[in-house]
């Protein structure tokens, strides 16, 4: 029988409560629903553990960084300490050594046999072995291996792990040092960078219209200026040091930065919850600042990770074209520049600071990715 809804018959309005059946029951609760809420952050930090890599790649900047900050006051020579006798000596290191492997030697090619037994060129336990015997000219000539401390006269206690430069520097040292260097002018120069391509950014995209455009026009022009000619004029106004470098690498460096930000404002300013509070009195800078600029964290911090490899490389780059810190101060592209002058006769000099950049600038590429990753919206909650 069907019924209209308007003239139900008395005995269906009035239905006693015995003749319903609860078809849930209270001991049965679904699990899902028991877990605390995850935030962003915190669901960015959970899958950006998961990536191994970027896990990796983080421990590795942590361990640079550490060495950085004790090597050089833990070691027994400072960054500047010369020793002329000591210049040029091959890598030494306790316990390795034992292997025949950075063991303080060196071979010395086409000398003559008669002068090994010169006291003065040669000391007591310098030579090694001597082989590759030939006769030039009725002399008798070889090459030789040698023990280069025993040959400068340094102790048996003295280990340079990483060799000696042309002073006599211990460049261990000096690598830890410059790395220090070059990381402090790295993130500097980035935080200025953000900072300013934040700020440059969010008003160029929340007023959009002429302010947009004369400040997107500015930057067009400021892109186009030639970037070893600016930091020049920087190095003959200011002098060569790092202040003059980070001012170089923030001239333009910001641009990028301000892009990104103009291009996510534009991309939220319109919402709802914008408009809202827009609506409600809200002042411009409260939106800016508290209601857009909190969505572009994610990408910020990404171009910001990415951004310090880069630094990096163009401190080096400036280093290895001689505008880079004022001696004796090393930098990771001063000891490079050092070091492809005496490259095949001491490649020791360029291999280790050459293998710490690549480190560095690997490590931190793979961990932006994983980072990049991590707080990409798209992919939260995700397992």
Request: proline fraction near 6%.
């Amino acid at each position: 029988m069907i019924y209209d809804r308007n003239n139900l018959p008395e005995e269906l309005l009035n239905l006693p409560a015995s003749d319903f059946e609860a078809l849930y029951r209270e001991d049965i609760k679904d699990e899902k629903f028991q877990t605390k809420p995850v935030g962003f952050f915190k669901d960015a930090a959970i899958r950006l553990t998961k990536s191994k890599v970027s896990i990796i790649a983080f421990i590795i900047i942590g361990i640079i960084i550490i060495l950085a900050i004790v090597v050089p006051p833990l070691s027994p020579y400072g960054f500047n300490d010369q020793n002329i006798n000591a210049k040029y000596l091959p890598p030494k290191m306790p316990i390795v050594e034992k292997l025949g492997i950075m063991d303080g030697t060196r071979v010395l090619k086409s000398r003559k046999v008669s002068a090994l037994t010169d006291p003065e060129r040669y000391p007591e336990g310098s030579v090694i072995e001597y082989f590759n015997v030939v006769t030039v000219k009725g002399q008798e000539m070889c090459d030789v291996r040698i023990d280069a401390y025993k040959m400068a006269g340094v102790p048996d206690n003295e280990y340079h792990w990483f060799g000696t430069d042309y002073l006599g520097r211990d460049l261990l040292t000096r690598l830890f040092k410059g790395t220090r260097i070059s990381l402090l002018i790295a993130f500097f120069s980035v935080l200025t960078n953000v900072f300013i391509g934040v700020v440059y950014g969010a008003i160029s995209g929340y007023y959009g219209g002429k302010i947009d455009l004369i400040l997107t026009h500015f930057a067009e022009v400021l892109d186009g200026m030639p970037y070893i000619v600016v930091t020049i004029l920087f190095m003959i106004l200011f002098g060569s040091g790092m202040v003059s470098i980070v001012l170089a690498l923030t001239i333009t460096g910001w641009i990028g930065t301000s892009r990104l930000i103009r291009a996510q404002f534009y991309r939220f300013k319109g919402r709802e919850y914008v408009l809202a509070a827009r609506t409600l009195g809200v002042s411009d800078r409260t939106l800016i600042f508290r209601h857009i600029l909190p969505n572009c964290v994610g990408p910020l911090i990404t171009r910001a990770m990415i951004a310090i490899p880069g630094a990096i490389f163009s401190e080096s780059f400036l280093a290895y074209l001689g505008l880079g810190i004022k001696p004796p101060n090393p930098s990771i592209g001063v000891l490079l520049s050092d070091g492809q002058s005496v490259l095949l006769q001491y490649p020791y000099q360029t291999v280790f600071p050459a293998i710490l950049i690549s480190v560095l600038m690997i490590a931190f590429n793979l961990f932006s990715n994983g980072l990049r990753d991590a707080l990409d919206p798209t992919k939260r909650g995700e397992e």
